[in-house]
C-alpha cells in the first residue's frame, strides 16, 4: 500500500541538485577567511647564533634581549642600563636565573657588559640562547 505523496517522492526527484550547497559552503568558506585574524606576535628580532652543543634551558626567570642596534629589552620594553641593574637586584635576591638572548650582530662588549652585571650582583646562572644546528 503506496501512499500518493511518496510516490511522488520516488518518481518526481531523480537526483539532488547541489549547486546551491556548493555556493553555501563557498560562502562559509570565505567569510571565515576574513573573518579569522592572522595575528603577528609583536616581538623583538633577534638572529641567534648557532651553536652544535646546545642544550634546552626549561625554565627562566628574566629573559634580557639586546638587538642588532645595541638596544636592551626586558619583555619587549626598553630598558636603560640603570633599570637592568635593578631589575637583576631584584632576580638575584629571589635566585633566579638569567637568559641573554643577543643578535648575532649585536656587540659582543655589550654582551659581556651585561654578563659581568649579573656575575657582579651575584647570578649564577646565566645563559645564552642559541639556535641549534
Not at 23 to 33: A, E, Y
Not at 78 to 101: P, Y
Request: hydrophobic share 45%.
Amino acid at each position: 500500500m503506496h501512499f500518493r505523496r511518496h510516490m511522488e517522492l520516488e518518481h518526481g526527484l531523480r537526483q539532488i541538485d547541489i549547486a546551491p550547497l556548493i555556493d553555501m559552503v563557498f560562502q562559509l568558506l570565505i567569510f571565515f577567511m576574513l573573518t579569522s585574524s592572522f595575528v603577528m606576535q609583536p616581538g623583538i628580532k633577534v638572529n641567534l647564533p648557532r651553536a652544535v652543543t646546545s642544550e634546552v634551558v626549561k625554565y627562566e626567570n628574566l629573559e634580557v634581549a639586546i638587538s642588532s642596534e645595541n638596544v636592551i629589552y626586558i619583555n619587549g620594553k626598553v630598558i636603560t642600563i640603570e633599570e637592568l641593574k635593578t631589575l637583576l637586584k631584584q632576580a638575584a635576591r629571589a635566585k633566579g636565573s638569567i637568559l641573554i638572548k643577543a643578535d648575532r650582530r649585536a656587540s659582543l662588549g655589550r654582551i659581556v657588559e651585561v654578563w659581568d652585571m649579573c656575575r657582579d650582583l651575584g647570578i649564577t646562572q646565566i645563559n645564552i640562547a642559541t639556535n641549534q644546528e
